[in-house]
């Protein structure tokens, strides 16, 4: 324990953000730091509790409690607590590969379930962990660590997201010759296009990239498994294949008027923003601008939050963000919503703070669906019409919406992102392997074993189990080497 009753003498202090009104004005990450005395301060509060639930990394009615790779927190924030960086660093890195990302894009269930938060304010987890690897960093601590010797087994990574790092990060250690290809023209998946540089600076990506090659994993880009090369020459050409391909097929949204001109699928929206901003700052004008334009986001998950942050840089003259949910209490509902739940609670994310900077007040719409597209004379999006919706228990049991009377609504906008979610892989690749998929589309593979119905076939990250958050990309990314080392040599060295 760092301090029996530091969690009862500190306060919860977070580092300041940049001024919202001035980190619309680019694309720099918002994130500030503490000072290393009061990171130390932080680390104090942790309990180091009997049975730490901020490490258990469950999934628990519909959300996730704890962390999902099992991060050894009680043992690095003594560490901090003490001074022992390069200690706290080494103890992060034995659960963790890239702490970098996800102590800047990782919603922190950890938090949620810290045993401080039962009585006052959670431990400060998620900065304590990016200020570890951030030292590390800085202090040179973190270097290319090639493995001893190889193995001869080759194995292909499909993907190169946090799943697929993970896996090639693994396998590498293990000794194993790992290439990872990626559609691409960069390496990092939904780390390098799909979350915004202001959250996640892409140089921050491409550092442990580098990282990776210099330990030996080799890279490929520009080359999508199944159209440039087909499924079946690299079951000839590797030893095992690895699976993280991750959920990239949006779910459609067919309305009145969904074909009109301006409206598009969100990740193509960051997508061509990002891309464009790493080719050339904007420059070569490249990607969908909602400069001074009326913006409607439909979707009220992080994905919707990203547009909305995106469109305020671009300089659009409005912002609103749709939602199907109600909005969250102020506090966690003990019943509704008890420890060591994720708790669901009003928060203004980065992009509504921005955005009630800029406009005065919060850009989301609760309890709204959206029932038609209008259109001017030339198919342009003008409006959209909207209706308030609650949700009921119909006759059969189900839970449903259904429209509140007199509650309709008309929203102008010339532009609008669909960010509802996605209906798990692509299945060029998947049809071409004979790959069995379930109920949602998603490649079968049994967590805790990851093989598929092809024999030296494995499948990781959201290929696998849907859409997720970043930080189980990385627990199944490692879960899964472990399981391509056991096929590969009868037994794993990864832990």
Not at 350 to 359: C, G, M
Not at 408 to 415: D, T
Request: charged fraction near 25%.
């Amino acid at each position: 324990m760092s301090t029996p009753t530091g969690f009862m003498e500190y306060q919860r202090q977070l580092p300041a953000d940049r001024s919202p009104a001035e980190r619309v004005k680019d694309w720099e990450e918002f994130h500030k730091h503490l000072e290393e005395e009061e990171l130390q301060t932080q680390g104090a509060r942790c309990m180091d509790c009997g049975t730490p639930y901020c490490h258990t990394g469950i999934d628990m009615l519909g959300g996730t409690s704890g962390c999902p790779i099992h991060n050894l927190i009680p043992e690095w924030n003594n560490l901090v607590y003490r001074g022992l960086w390069r200690e706290a660093l080494e103890r992060l890195h034995k659960t963790n590969n890239f702490p970098e990302f996800t102590g800047r894009v990782c919603p922190a269930p950890c938090e949620g379930s810290c045993t401080v938060g039962l009585i006052g304010e959670p431990v400060t987890i998620k900065s304590i962990e990016q200020a570890i690897i951030d030292k590390g960093f800085e202090e040179g601590w973190v270097v290319p660590e090639p493995p001893a010797k190889r193995t001869g087994r080759r194995v292909a990574v499909v993907g190169s997201g946090p799943a697929g790092l993970a896996a090639a990060a693994q396998l590498n250690k293990a000794g194993h010759s790992v290439t990872v290809y990626e559609r691409a023209d960069r390496i990092g998946g939904l780390l390098t296009y799909g979350i915004p540089s202001m959250k996640l600076d892409k140089g921050i990506v491409q550092r442990r990239v580098d990282l990776l090659a210099a330990e030996g994993v080799e890279f490929v880009v520009n080359t999508e498994i199944g159209k440039d090369i087909p499924a079946k020459q690299l079951m000839e050409d590797y030893d095992a294949v690895v699976l993280c391909g991750g959920a990239t097929k949006p779910r459609e949204f067919n309305i009145e008027g969904s074909d009109l001109k301006g409206i598009h699928y969100a990740m193509d929206y960051l997508n061509g923003t990002i891309k464009s901003l790493l080719d050339s700052g904007l420059e070569d004008g490249n990607y969908l601008s909602a400069k001074d334009k009326d913006v409607i986001v439909i979707g009220g998950g992080d994905t919707g939050s990203d547009c909305v942050a995106t469109a305020l840089r671009h300089g659009c003259s409005s912002v609103t963000q749709f939602g199907t949910h109600k909005q969250a209490p102020l506090q966690r509902d003990p019943i509704a919503n008890p420890w060591p739940q994720f708790p669901n609670v009003y928060t203004l994310d980065y992009a509504h703070e921005e955005a009630k900077a800029l406009f005065g007040s919060d850009p989301r719409e609760f309890s709204i669906m959206t029932t038609k597209f209008v259109g001017d004379e030339e198919g342009n999006l003008k409006e959209l019409h909207t209706v308030q919706i609650e949700r009921i228990v119909d006759e059969t049991g189900r839970k449903v919406y259904q429209p509140v009377p007199g509650t309709e609504k008309v929203f102008p906008a010339q532009m609008a992102f669909i960010a509802i979610g996605f209906d798990g892989p692509e299945h060029t690749l998947v049809e071409q392997l004979g790959l069995e998929t379930d109920r949602r589309s998603n490649v079968k593979a049994p967590y805790g074993k990851y093989t598929t119905n092809v024999d030296k076939v494995f499948a990781a990250g959201d290929m696998r189990r849907g859409q997720s958050l970043v930080v189980w990309a990385i627990n199944e990314g490692r879960e899964v080497a472990r399981e391509v080392d056991k096929y590969l040599m009868g037994a794993s060295v990864l832990v």
